[in-house]
């Protein structure tokens, strides 16, 4: 499917590169013509012609948007050609794929990937730390992040802010996903990882996300921390081994 899509997106982007060269050229020429106009006169219907498709063309105005559009469109297709590469790597779950990740790399691209959704909802802040690199599978972890990060989405009734943040204690590397949504009772809390449970409206969730996020960070030898209350926002807190799982660790040491 990336291929398919990168085909296209080839095209386009050298299309977009060769018109932008000829819409300067266009506008040289332009530009010569009204050099040359100024320098001989026209008979009265002709002048008043050219006058009235002047008033209508706006010519500085055509510039200027032209060359806008085109920057615009050029980095439109910048940006889809990123997407898929992010959903490359996001869909590359494969469980040999152990290897030393960089934790706010995987934060990044995964918001690349699901940022349509929370952009109309809220607004993303970030306090990265730097990090060591932890031993893990990395498109799993962004399924983890991609899950917390649409939950928080979906708690917001209206707008607000999620916050992520990273950090290391130890042999540990944690990373936590935060909203300042409708928050939780502790009912829900004891029950939020449990399969098919959900508080969402119908069509708004399977109730699978954060179990399977659960099962991820424990199959990495992890743990998840929740901290929410009714009102007050939700911020869940995922630990990580820097090493990795004993198992794991072990396969790739070997």
């Known amino acids: 499917v990336a291929h398919e899509i990168n085909n296209p997106l080839g095209f386009v982007s050298s299309n977009l590169h060769t018109l932008g060269e000829y819409v300067n050229t266009l506008f040289e020429l332009v530009d ?3 050099a040359a106009l100024g320098l001989v006169s026209l008979p009265a219907g ?3 012609k050219l006058d009235a498709v002047r008033r209508h063309a706006d010519v500085g105005y055509l510039r200027a948007d032209a060359l806008d559009l085109l920057g615009e469109s050029v980095d439109g297709v910048k940006r889809v050609r990123q997407i898929v590469q992010d ?4 869909s590359h779950v494969d469980a040999g794929e152990w290897k030393r990740v960089d934790l ?3 934060i990044a691209s ?7 959704e929370i952009k109309y909802k809220a607004k993303v802040e970030r306090d990265l730390a730097v990090l060591p690199e932890v031993l893990c599978n990395a498109p799993q972890i962004s399924q983890v992040i991609m899950n917390l990060l649409v939950n928080a989405a979906q708690a917001i009734e209206t707008s607000g802010i999620i916050r992520l943040a990273t950090g290391a204690e130890g042999d540990w590397a944690w990373f936590e996903v935060a909203d ?3 928050g939780m009772s502790e009912e829900v809390k004891k029950r939020i990882f449990e399969p098919f449970y959900t508080t969402k409206a119908v069509g708004q969730g399977t109730g699978l996300g954060l179990s399977v996020s659960y099962g991820i960070v424990g199959k990495h030898g992890g743990r998840i921390e929740v901290f929410s209350a009714p009102d007050q926002g939700a911020r869940f807190r995922v630990w990580l ?7 794991e660790a072990g396969a790739v040491a070997g």
């Open 110 to 116: 995964t918001l690349n990937v699901v940022s349509n």
């Open 241 to 247: 081994p820097v090493n990795g799982s004993r198992e």
């Open 104 to 106: 706010n790399a995987c």
């Open 87 to 90: 959903l490359k790597d996001f």
């Open 32 to 34: 010569a013509y009204e």
């Open 46 to 48: 002709a002048q008043a």
């Open 180 to 182: 300042d949504g409708k």
